[in-house]
């Protein structure tokens, strides 16, 4: 088969008949009263064939205009830029459904998302479907984008944080570079965005709490967390880490744990997951004599807990997993009276958060900012959703920060920084090399120690690192 070429036709571009025209060839289409003219006054129809061997015609008003039209087209399709405008004509919903499954792998299940796929899903489905969802792909414009990104800042009354809008902005970047590439669009309309500034926090306001504090909130905790905490500060490990760990994975010979697998929350259901955060997070982390002796009691106080090695496909299987949520009585499970057989609730987020914000707050150590932010709420009356304004509460310490602890201690026992990325599995130095670089720098302390030490009347110090001149080259 010989593939049509982009050829130029005697008649092209031609006059398209018209009624109104007075041109020979369009009083012989349309016979009329009106005075004869010798050029057409209508619109011109401009040829061409595509790449693919289509055949595609194009409507100007004039002739000039159709015949700029034709040589812009060949220039494109000699240079190979040309672009179909039909391909981008589909709405942003459309393309989501074809492109997401490029980031996810295929068609995998949700509980097989890592949590970057999970927040950038739900990037999309709070903030940019609801805004630019039905948009075709042609009609995006840069000051629409441009206006959208400054409009989710909570400075500006939007519902996010500045580092949340860029985690947004990003994946509305990614859509629209993709459909650059796909030759659906001639070009990004986000780039270029201005992205509102990250506030930069106080050196003291990034510190990690100290193991005395963590001691104060645990005084505080419900006794069957203790063992969790305990752990958390010992090893490392991240909440889901946690309350995905089973007995299986706990060597107490060797005195290691082996982080396999996680419990995830896609849309509020628990899920078991095969992978930790990354390939980092595929790791095997120390015990402490504290961590290895606490486990010890908690397995003494479960005869019942099961060592038994299972597949995430397998179910949940509760009796495996170290830590888990007070024994509770399924619903509908009494009889006769009286309560049915107690069965172990995994661990969730949210609950535990309830827990651990009043256990800071008993504390006393508990450090807040409140922000307003905008939030979409249902009319109960009109059943339409709306904007409204809420606030929001930012807590310090949150339970995370017991990993910020565990890197310090680290580096307070001069552990090399890299092996510290690796059991605590980051695959990227990020908060680690700042707290390398940080932790335990007391500047202020050094200067003043420098200046005072040996002046009259200067209180002595207790000998410890100085400050040494450095001769230049």
């Known amino acids: 088969m010989v593939r049509k070429t982009a050829v130029q036709a005697a008649n092209n571009p031609r006059p398209n008949p018209s009624m109104r025209c007075g041109c020979p060839t369009c009083l012989k289409r349309y016979p009329g009263d009106r005075a004869p003219t010798d050029e057409h006054t209508g619109s011109w129809e401009a040829r061409y064939t595509d790449p693919s061997g289509r055949d595609r015609s194009k409507t100007r008003p004039t002739y000039d205009d159709a015949v700029a039209f034709l040589e812009q087209t060949r220039t494109e399709m000699r240079q190979r830029t040309w672009i179909d405008p039909a391909r981008g004509e589909i709405t942003l919903t459309a393309w989501w459904t074809l492109w997401w499954p490029t980031q996810t792998k295929g068609t995998r299940p949700i509980e097989e998302w890592n949590q970057a796929q999970l927040r950038d899903e739900g990037m999309w489905r709070n903030h940019i479907a609801p805004t630019f969802g039905s948009y075709r792909l042609y009609e995006l414009a840069w000051l629409e984008i441009q206006t959208w990104a400054q409009g989710l800042h909570d400075q500006n009354g939007g519902p996010l944080a500045a580092s949340s809008v860029t985690k947004c902005f990003q994946v509305l970047d990614r859509m629209l570079e993709a459909a650059r590439l796909d030759r659906r669009i001639p070009y990004n309309p986000a780039e270029g965005v201005k992205l509102p500034p ?145 069965y172990r609730a995994p661990l969730r987020r949210s609950a535990f958060r309830r827990v651990w914000l009043k256990a800071i707050q008993d504390a006393g150590v508990a450090r807040t900012v409140v922000r307003t932010v905008a939030v979409h709420k249902m009319d109960p009356e009109t059943g339409r959703t709306r904007m409204a304004t809420e606030e929001r509460t930012d807590w310090w310490p949150v339970f995370s920060d017991t990993r910020d602890a565990f890197a310090s201690r680290l580096h307070a026992l001069g552990v090399p920084e890299v092996i510290a990325q690796e059991i605590l599995g980051h695959e990227r130095g990020g908060k680690v090399t700042w707290i390398y670089t940080h932790a335990a720098a007391d500047y202020p302390g050094q200067v003043l120690a420098a200046l005072e030490d040996g002046k009259p009347g200067a209180v002595k110090r207790a000998p410890g690192r100085r400050l040494r001149a450095v001769k230049a080259a």
């Not at 490392?236 to 995830?264: M, S, T």
């Not at 961590?291 to 299987?317: I, K, M, N």
């Open 198 to 342: 990250i506030r930069k926090k106080h050196p003291e306001e990034r510190r990690p709490p100290s193991y005395a504090l963590l001691w104060l909130i645990r005084q505080k905790l419900p006794e069957y967390f203790h063992a969790l905490l305990i752990v958390a500060q010992e090893t490392g490990l991240r909440f889901q880490e946690l309350a995905g760990l089973r007995w299986c994975n706990v060597d107490f010979e060797k005195r290691r744990i082996h982080v396999r697998e996680v419990l995830v929350e896609p849309r509020g259901k628990i899920k078991r997951k095969a992978y930790p955060k990354s390939d980092a997070g595929l790791r095997t982390v120390p015990m402490t004599g504290l961590a290895h002796r606490v486990l010890r009691d908690l397995l003494a106080e479960e005869p019942d807990a099961s060592w038994a090695v299972s597949e995430p496909t397998d179910g949940l299987c509760e009796d495996e997993l170290v830590f888990h949520g007070r024994n509770k009585v399924r619903r509908g499970s009494r009889q006769n009276g009286t309560d049915g057989e107690p």
